[in-house]
C-alpha cells in the first residue's frame, strides 16, 4: 500500500508525532516531509513526488496550517492529481474556503482517531476513491460560500440570509459574481451604460458577515437616495448603529427585515450608476 502523505505546518511537528505513532500502529505508512526529503533535496519537487506517490493525503488542520500557503498548495495539487484528501482538526479554527466541503474528523473528540482510522480504511476498501471534481477550490463558489459562511459567527443565520439573497440576486441582477480569496463574497451586478456596476454585495467577513451598498455615493445625490429610503436602511440596524454602508447579516432574521431590505433593493436598482 502506498503511503500515507501528511500535510501539516512544521510548527507543529511535536503535535503530529502521537498522530504519526498511531498511524504506524495500524499498519499505516506514513510520508512526512522532516522524515522522507533529504538534506540537499528541492523540497518542491520532493513535495510533489510525495504526493503523486502516495494513497491518500492527510490535512492536520490546526491554527498554524489553517493560514498556510504551503499546507493550501498541497492541498490543491493532490486534488489535481485526484488523490483523496482526509481533514484531521486538532485546534478550535475555521476551516479554510477550499477545505469547507470535505468531511472532517476531530482528532480532540475521544472517538476523533478511531474516526480517521475508519476513513482510511474505508478508501483502502474502495481503492483509493474519494476525488470529488470541484470540491476543492481556492476560489469563492456556490457550492463553498455558504458552507464556508455557516461556520462564522451567527452564520447559521448569515448563511440562510445570504442563500435567501443569492437567489434574489440571480432573479434580478443582470449577473452574479463570486470573488475575493481572502475575503470571500459575491456580487449582484447591472449593465449600466455597456458597463458592469455593482448594484449590493454580501462578504463573509470573519467577525461579522454583511450585506453592503454604496450609501456614499447616493448620499452625494437627493435623487440617489431619497430621506425615507435612508431611514429605512437605518431601520434594519441596530438601534444605537450610526448610518453605515455595510448591514450585519444577522440583523436581517426575520422574514419582515428581509422583505424591507429586498424593497430598499429593488427601489434603489434603477437608480445605480458607475
Known sequence: MPPIFISHSNQDNALIEPIVTRL????????IDYENIRG????LCEIEAGIARCHAVLVILSKSSAGSAWVKRECLYAFQLQKPLLVALVADVLIPLHLINLQYCDLRAPQGMSKLLDSLRALSAEGG???AQGAVSETPLASNFFPYLAQLPQGDIAALVAQDLYAFAQQHADAVEFG???RPGFHARLNVGGRRATW????????QPAIQLNLTRWAKNANHAPAELLREWQALLPASARPRATLPLRCLDSD??????????LEIKPQVRL
Open 256 to 265: 419582515d427585515k428581509l422583505e424591507s431590505l429586498k424593497s430598499i433593493l
Open 180 to 182: 475575493g480569496r481572502q
Open 40 to 43: 540537499g533535496a528541492e523540497w
Open 24 to 31: 504506524r500502529e495500524a499498519d499505516w505508512r506514513i510520508w
Open 200 to 207: 449590493f454585495s454580501v462578504w463573509a467577513y470573519r467577525k
Open 129 to 131: 476513491a474519494g476525488y
